[in-house]
């Protein structure tokens, strides 16, 4: 599921290349992880190999919260770069760049949810080929999302890579305790997991909004038990004051860890829990569903400036900078 929160990225010439990196608190000292990927892959691409640039990222949501920001930023990158690939081509790109060069244990689901916009399935085959389904939410399904959803920072950030690794390396323990080959924990929670998407899928087909709360839980329940690090208590705690309030149900989002837990609320309840949320000083990130994907924030160019007579190239800078905006993921194992 894509949201309104977005990142919103900048490539430019000029005099010497940087990245500057900010959200809604400000400037931001940036991914070390990033900063090198995003140098190398500019490095190596035609238009850009031999000059200077300023790449320039700014969300709407800080990074390590879950929502998918470093999966977005370089689907708005590959969309600078390839402005007329397909949806698809920009999120296996991203996701190359990210799963290969940079060498981190992500899955695709961020980078096409934020290439392609709204809601859809995600069918991944054992060759890697992601295949991607929309989804057309009820007129009650996507009302719901838009006003009874609600996203609050629990204030922790985490490394989702670090997460996922230190998962699979429990259950990769595990298994090797129990000595019995069969099927590890984690594959089956995974396929439990999974199973929940064809009910969720119907619900939101049929508006059964009733039913979103109920089935956030009981995936988060299921992904709780994956590992060490993917619970915390700060996410505990402000899932069972959002209950308490009165919410139906309620996951952290992401790999776990600490960023956004994200509740299903209905009318009733909603000031409780927003007020119970603000006594436990986890702010709420407003959002709505977005249907569009990556996409051009302005007009212009960033290609790199033509020659001037002569055979001399004109500085750089000349360039007319360009930005692509990239929505945030909201959630990825039930969309």
Same mark, same amino acid.
């Given at each position: 599921?894509?949201?309104?929160?977005?990142?919103?990225? $900048?490539?430019?010439?000029?005099?010497?290349?940087?990245?500057?990196?900010?959200?809604?608190?400000?400037?931001?000292?940036?991914?070390?992880?990033?900063?090198?990927?995003?140098? @190398?892959? %500019?490095?190596?691409?035609?238009?850009?190999?031999?000059? @200077?640039?300023?790449?320039?990222?700014?969300?709407?949501?800080?990074?390590?919260?879950?929502?998918? @920001?470093?999966?977005?930023?370089?689907?708005? #990158?590959?969309?600078? %770069?390839?402005? /007329?690939?397909? *949806?698809? &081509?920009?999120?296996?790109?991203?996701?190359?760049? &990210?799963? $290969?060069?940079?060498?981190?244990?992500?899955?695709?689901?961020?980078?096409? *949810?934020?290439?392609?916009?709204?809601?859809?399935?995600?069918?991944?085959?054992?060759?890697? &080929?992601?295949?991607?389904?929309?989804?057309?939410?009820?007129?009650?399904?996507?009302?719901?999302?838009?006003?009874?959803?609600?996203?609050? /920072?629990?204030?922790?950030?985490?490394?989702?890579?670090?997460?996922?690794? *230190?998962?699979?390396?429990?259950?990769?323990?595990?298994?090797?305790?129990?000595? +019995?080959?069969?099927?590890?924990?984690?594959?089956?929670?995974?396929?439990?997991? =999974?199973?929940?998407?064809?009910?969720?899928?119907?619900?939101?087909? &049929?508006?059964?909004?009733?039913?979103?709360?109920?089935? %956030?839980?009981?995936?988060?329940?299921?992904?709780?038990?994956?590992?060490?690090?993917?619970? +915390?208590?700060?996410?505990?705690?402000? #899932?069972?004051?959002?209950?308490?309030?009165?919410?139906?149900?309620?996951?952290?989002?992401?790999?776990?860890?600490?960023?956004?837990?994200?509740?299903?609320?209905? /009318?009733?309840?909603?000031?409780?829990?927003?007020?119970?949320?603000? $006594?436990?000083?986890?702010?709420?990130?407003?959002?709505?569903?977005?249907?569009?994907?990556?996409?051009?924030?302005?007009?212009? @160019?960033?290609?790199?400036?033509?020659?001037?007579?002569?055979?001399?190239? =004109?500085?750089?800078?000349?360039?007319?900078?360009?930005?692509?905006?990239?929505?945030?993921?909201? /959630?990825?194992? %039930?969309?």
């Amino acid at each position: 599921m894509a949201i309104d929160a977005t990142v919103r990225v $900048r490539l430019s010439a000029a005099d010497r290349s940087e990245l500057r990196w900010s959200d809604r608190t400000g400037d931001l000292p940036g991914d070390p992880v990033l900063n090198e990927l995003v140098a @190398s892959v %500019l490095r190596t691409h035609p238009d850009w190999a031999h000059r @200077s640039w300023t790449v320039t990222s700014t969300a709407d949501a800080r990074a390590g919260a879950g929502l998918g @920001s470093s999966g977005a930023f370089l689907v708005a #990158l590959a969309g600078l %770069l390839s402005p /007329d690939g397909s *949806a698809d &081509e920009l999120a296996r790109t991203a996701y190359h760049w &990210e799963h $290969r060069q940079a060498d981190r244990m992500v899955g695709p689901q961020d980078s096409f *949810a934020s290439a392609h916009g709204g809601i859809g399935t995600l069918a991944i085959g054992t060759d890697g &080929e992601v295949r991607v389904s929309p989804l057309t939410p009820h007129p009650r399904s996507a009302a719901w999302i838009d006003n009874n959803l609600l996203l609050f /920072d629990t204030g922790i950030s985490r490394d989702a890579s670090r997460i996922v690794a *230190a998962a699979k390396q429990d259950d990769d323990q595990r298994t090797q305790e129990d000595g +019995t080959g069969r099927s590890s924990r984690r594959t089956e929670q995974l396929h439990a997991i =999974r199973a929940l998407v064809a009910p969720f899928r119907q619900a939101l087909e &049929e508006g059964d909004v009733d039913r979103f709360g109920p089935l %956030l839980t009981e995936n988060w329940k299921l992904k709780a038990g994956m590992g060490r690090g993917v619970s +915390t208590p700060r996410a505990e705690e402000l #899932l069972a004051l959002c209950l308490s309030a009165g919410a139906h149900g309620g996951k952290l989002v992401g790999a776990g860890g600490g960023g956004y837990v994200l509740v299903s609320v209905p /009318d009733r309840a909603l000031h409780a829990v927003r007020t119970a949320m603000g $006594r436990a000083h986890a702010p709420e990130l407003p959002f709505r569903l977005s249907p569009q994907g990556v996409r051009a924030d302005r007009a212009g @160019s960033c290609e790199p400036a033509a020659d001037k007579p002569g055979g001399r190239r =004109r500085d750089a800078p000349t360039a007319t900078p360009r930005q692509r905006v990239a929505p945030l993921a909201g /959630d990825k194992e %039930l969309s």
